[in-house]
């Protein structure tokens, strides 16, 4: 079983970063797929980014590349996406979600949700 819990979020100026932050609990942490997604109002759960257990494969979706990156600490059981750059258009509740196994671009395939952290970008 694996909790996570996402902070990070906030409410920021177009053109400005934040870093959300997803720790989750359990040993077995470092063998798990990470991903990241977001939901708009009224809008599906869409992926975002995903990266491997060992943190050298990383994936994101067209409209992020450049801008954001995933990223983990195995140590500290933390997975990461900072995202500057930031955009209207990229304002959603962002969720964390864990996989045992590879990374995945697939909502279907994970396993672990966290509640989510809504951020807020204005123009």
């Known amino acids: 079983q694996v909790q996570l819990v996402e902070s990070g979020g906030g409410l920021v100026q177009a053109g400005g970063s934040l870093r959300l932050s997803c720790a989750a609990s359990?040993?077995?942490?470092?063998?798990?797929?990470m991903g990241w997604f977001r939901q708009a109002l009224g809008k599906e759960r869409e992926f975002v980014a995903t990266?491997?257990?060992?943190?050298?494969?990383?994936y994101y979706t067209d409209s992020v590349k450049g801008r954001f990156t995933i990223s983990r600490d195995n140590a500290k059981n933390t997975v990461y996406l900072q995202m500057n750059s930031l955009k209207p258009e990229d304002t959603a509740v962002y969720y964390c979600?864990?996989?045992?196994?590879?990374?995945?671009?697939?909502?279907?395939?994970?396993?672990?949700w966290g509640r989510g952290t809504q951020v807020t970008v204005s123009s």
């Open positions: 990266i491997s257990w060992s943190g050298d494969n990383t």
């Open positions: 979600a864990a996989r045992a196994g590879g990374r995945s671009i697939r909502i279907n395939d994970y396993d672990y």
């Open positions: 359990g040993r077995t942490f470092g063998s798990y797929g």
